[in-house]
């Protein structure tokens, strides 16, 4: 995972499964949580939102809007926190739907390429907060898929 600018965050990972199975984890509510969260919902198509609660406690909800969707080669999808006070009270003002993630999946013989930019973030501080979740939640897909 790297911090490739004042407001982005970028990863790319092989994943020993292939892109339709890999988009369903991004997708699918109970596959959502196998990776990001103890509950999720999610509305998958143009202007659907979804919403999920994090493991870690305190159990932060991030939520957003699904801008494209392109199975299974593209997802594009806006992202934020619901408010909550443990998350630091300027560090991380990143509401619903004010930053962009956008996920690409490529066939690479029996696995799947995953290139992950999430952009549109405010501070360094919550650059490096989500490179932290997203290698995270990515070291668990590749860990629930196989390497």
Sequence with gaps: ?????????ESEIRIAG???????YLLVPDKMV??????AE???RPGGT???????HPHYVAAGRYVEIDPPSRLVFTWGWEPNPN???GQLDLPPG?????????????????????????TQTACRFHAMGWESTLNLMLADLGD
Excluded: C, K, N, W
């Excluded at 196998?34 to 509950?39: N, S």
């Design 1 to 9: 995972m790297t911090v490739s600018d004042i407001d982005a965050v």
């Design 42 to 44: 999610s509305d998958p």
């Design 50 to 56: 979804f919403r999920f609660r994090t493991t870690v």
């Design 98 to 122: 004010t930053s962009t993630v956008e996920v690409e999946l490529v066939a690479d013989g029996d696995g799947t390429l995953l290139r992950l930019r999430h952009s549109g973030l405010p």
């Design 34 to 39: 196998r990776l990001m969260g103890v509950q």
């Design 87 to 89: 998350l630091g009270e």
């Design 18 to 24: 292939t892109p339709e199975v890999v988009f369903a």
